[in-house]
DNA sequence: CGGTTAAGTCATCCAGGGATTACATCAGTT
DNA sequence: AACTGATGTAATCCCTGGATGACTTAACCG
């Protein structure tokens, strides 16, 4: 049997099941499949997360929580660019990525669709404060953001395959315009 | 029974079929729902396109053509911003914003993985050549424009309430600094 | 140690939904 | 009118995958 220890064991759940969820979607992943991959038994997500949904909600909330925290830290606006490009192109298993595709994923529960909708707001009232532009302005920066991330996980070249070098001037100049 | 006419069965399929996939994904809309939608029996989804995933390649494919034709028509880099924005906002049944999801719609079926990356690829490269910008930048626009697509049809306010004359000129911006 | 509880396992159930098939009906042909 | 092929319908199959609950074992504590 495996060694015991549940908070390690919920956060193996936690990890495989936002890599399922982030590529594959709420509804053409599997529990079985998220068990496997996390090596435990596909009983236990029953067991710390109620069922499927309540998995998705807590990988969405620690996703929407990470993100927050990742721009609060307070980036002033002219670093805003380079530290876009670098989350883009974090290498360490595409954490990042990860979790954007997650506020990206719809699993039909109002109560997971109102913590994803809540998160792309405040992520762009975060922006606009730093920049003192209007929300609208600011949402266009995030569409460009979540756009990229989406192209970027599609395999669409040359983006891709674009490095921080490549990125960071780009953003510049969208954020320039836009804030 | 049913009035007789293959023809315009296959369309309201394909109709239906487009907003159930580009609203919900490919693994959470049911071929029955598609069915009753389109007032046609389940059966004649597997008559007319095999299975699922034959509808789901057909609808893909069509929406990739008719994309390709709006901007195939054309445009010149001043309209673009134009353009963008009335697609962005078009009212009737939001035609253009289905044809934008479903390119961002997986089913796993490698052939229509090519699809959709040849039809994103084809997209920037076209904003390319219009512009002589670097493909890696119009595919900033590219970005842009999906991310906007989600963002509204995800109801992010108050870009889902903007309207053309809101937009056209945050394009221009964007469209100016990028291509 | 033996008891208690939390952690993990196993077997099974059951609904949902994609696919298939046999059948019915219509339209065009001779 | 009977024949034929295309179109539409109804019923059923059957597998997948989420959920459940009884059981087993590890850890901790007196």
Redesign the pocket.
């Given at each position: 049997?495996?060694?015991?220890?549940?908070a390690a064991?919920k956060q193996l759940l936690l990890d495989a099941a936002r890599r399922r969820f982030a590529t594959d979607g709420y509804a053409a992943?599997?529990?079985?499949d998220i068990a496997t991959d996390a090596g435990?038994?596909?009983?236990?997500?029953?067991?710390y997360f109620g069922?499927?949904?309540g998995l998705f909600r807590a990988c969405l909330a620690g996703s929407a929580d990470e993100l927050e925290r990742s721009v609060a830290e307070d980036v002033t606006l002219e670093q805003l660019a380079a530290v876009m490009a670098r989350h883009l192109t974090d290498a360490r298993n595409g954490q990042y990525q990860t979790r954007i595709m997650m506020l990206l994923r719809s699993s039909g529960d109002p109560r997971a669709e109102e913590i994803r909708i809540g998160t792309l707001h405040s992520f762009a009232e975060r922006l606009a404060a730093l920049s003192g532009a209007p929300v609208l302005d600011a949402q266009f920066v995030l569409a460009a953001t979540l756009g990229l991330t989406i192209l970027r996980s599609a395999g669409v070249t040359p983006l891709a395959d674009a490095d921080q070098d490549e990125l960071t001037p780009r953003l510049q100049r969208l954020i320039t315009a836009m804030l």
């Open positions: 049997m495996r060694r015991r220890d549940s064991t992943t599997f529990i079985r435990v038994n596909v009983a236990l997500i029953a067991r069922n499927k949904e």
